[in-house]
T-cell receptor, first 115, second 114 residues
Framework: AQSVTQLDSQVPVFEEAPVELRCNYSSSVSVYLFWYVQYPNQGLQLLLK??????LVKGINGFEAEFNKSQTSFHLRKPSVHISDTAEYFC?????????????FGGGTRVLVKP | DAGVIQSPRHEVTEMGQEVTLRCKPISGHDYLFWYRQTMMRGLELLIYFNNNVPIDDSGMPEDRFSAKMPNASFSTLKIQPSEPRDSAVYFC????????????FGSGTQLSVL
């Protein structure tokens, strides 16, 4: 079984400030890791993914995340946020080598960017 | 491609009524997933299909929920009878070959059961 924990349910941040969203996962097998963004009244959009290789992954809209296997973490960062980054962010994990590969989501982190 | 298409976008109904949510996956995708999003429980996988066959329905809350995929381009999620606690956003997603890294979501159906 696999699980994902997003440690912060809400993160207020001022415009042009950096932001970090924390994500920890648990799995008995190797995993793929994902960050999705959900803008108000919209579906989920993939921000970035880690499948293998370099542990620093760059995604769309200036976001990046770092995979840390020893700490089972996949924290998302952006050095300078915009008002348009106000959204909910979901960390997710899948186990492609497990039977019945599925995507398991964390509880989400709401980011509110203030002017 | 138009992406994953869900309808209706919003549905308001009264307790006890039947509700049918619809999904058209991306052409060529052979996996289809139904998720439910609530404040209390976050995003939950309800059921998924491979080549129109239900593979895992362990997330379906109870017998009031049923899902079908009569062909590769259409799936329905039905709630009968609906209850206020079913109020949520229901998402459909599709991918090819079971690859989660190529999963695409629809815009969701906001369901309100009064």
């Amino acid at each position: 079984a696999q699980s994902v924990t997003q440690l912060d349910s809400q993160v207020p941040v001022f415009e042009e400030a950096p932001v970090e969203l924390r994500c920890n996962y648990s799995s008995s097998v190797s995993v793929y890791l994902f960050w999705y963004v959900q803008y108000p009244n919209q579906g989920l959009q993939l921000l970035l993914k880690y499948l293998s290789g370099s542990t620093l992954v760059k995604g769309i809209n200036g976001f990046e995340a770092e995979f840390n296997k020893s700490q089972t973490s996949f924290h998302l960062r952006k050095p300078s946020v915009h008002i348009s980054d106000t959204a909910e962010y979901f960390c997710a994990v899948s186990s492609p080598w497990a039977a019945g590969n599925k995507l398991t989501f964390g509880g989400g982190t709401r980011v509110l960017v203030k002017p | 491609d138009a992406g994953v298409i869900q309808s209706p976008r919003h549905e308001v109904t009264e307790m006890g009524q039947e509700v049918t949510l619809r999904c058209k996956p991306i052409s060529g995708h052979d996996y289809l997933f139904w998720y439910r999003q609530t404040m209390m429980r976050g995003l939950e996988l309800l059921i998924y299909f491979n080549n129109n066959v239900p593979i895992d329905d362990s997330g379906m809350p109870e017998d009031r929920f049923s899902a079908k995929m009569p062909n590769a381009s259409f799936s329905t999620l039905k709630i009968q009878p609906s209850e206020p606690r079913d109020s949520a956003v229901y998402f459909c997603a599709s991918t090819v070959g079971g690859s989660m890294e190529k999963l695409f979501f629809g815009s969701g159906t906001q369901l309100s059961v009064l």
